[in-house]
């Protein structure tokens, strides 16, 4: 195997100077259970775009290195010297399965593949897994303009990213949450709060994934936002330093998702669950007062609350169904998981007033979420 130091230093050296900037990398997996472990890694098609001084070979090596941290990387020239001796072509399908093949007689579980082109003048690098036991690709990376460290950044994002979930997944199934107690959920550590016999998070969802590990689809055009009948987020005003306070705004179809927009074992609140929630309160000393008990204490262009349940309310703003933004500083708005004939119910707090606002909203609309432990 070429020593990875010097295959680093030599990869660094060429990419800068190439005409490629920093892309979009498509990502797609297989739902195949087969355990992929041990792989060779091999050059493919190579036909670079004029001017671009990098091949397949040169990706396959870097992908022996890249990939170290994912799979039991096997000496590919071996297999290399079997494919030549017989005299199978270096492209195209037929090389691809005999490859497969002799890699499986070679004691391999799949073959990652790694291709340069040129697509209408852009530089395009793939690679794809493909698994010895039945020939199924595993998962695909494809990059058009884009550097090639982005590519294995993606490829080695998503691979952390099912490896967390799974490490999650087992740790929920043990854990017995004391309420008060910080949440973990796509990296982020959310606080909980006690709020009669209910557990509440005590701040805003700013999630990017499902519980089930897809992706929420960012969406920033107002064109595209206006048409969604599907999951989206965004940040107030399209602006990622509004997150740290106030977390993100999602529509209805995410908040509903069958993915699961809260992590395992929390939902987005029903409305019945809200209106016991303001019930809850009425009866313990903040009868028309509600709103001011789940506000912050700061943090509100005026009207502070009390944060008596600890609930620590902010006014997030929201995103309308024509995409436009409002209200960040004044007032929060969050969803419940309830519709409301073609609409859906929400909660509303104000900086003017003490109370609570029940209203029917737009599905398309984008508010706050907060997530409410399931009930024993």
Known sequence: MTNSSSLILTLALVLPFTTWAQGEVQFNRSQSAIQIDRVFVLAGESNPCQGVEIDAQAV???AEVRLLSQYEILE????EMILKEQSLGMSG????????????????????FCEVGCLAGQSMVKLKLVDCKESVQQWSAVGID????AIFDRIEGKQALNQRLVETRGAAKDQMHSCGKNWTFDDYAYST???GDRCWFAENLRTTMYADGSSIPEVTDNGTW?????????????????????????NWHAATDAAGLCPSGWHVPTDDEWTALETY?????HSGAEGTALKATSGWSTGNGTNDAGFSALPGGSRFYNGFFYNLGYNGYWWSSSPSGGDAWRRGLTNFDPDIYRNSSDPRNGFSVRCLRDAD
């Open 76 to 79: 590919r020239k071996h297999l």
């Open 193 to 195: 709060d006690q709020i």
């Open 281 to 285: 309160l009425g009866v313990n000393g």
């Open 226 to 250: 206006s048409g969604l009948s599907t999951g989206a987020r965004c940040n107030y005003d399209n602006d990622a330093s509004n997150v740290a306070t106030y977390g993100r705004l999602y």
């Open 60 to 62: 396959a090596e870097y």
């Open 93 to 112: 399908l037929v090389f691809e399965d005999q490859a497969v093949d002799a890699g499986c007689l070679q004691g391999s579980e799949g073959v990652v």
């Open 146 to 149: 884009v550097k090639i460290n």
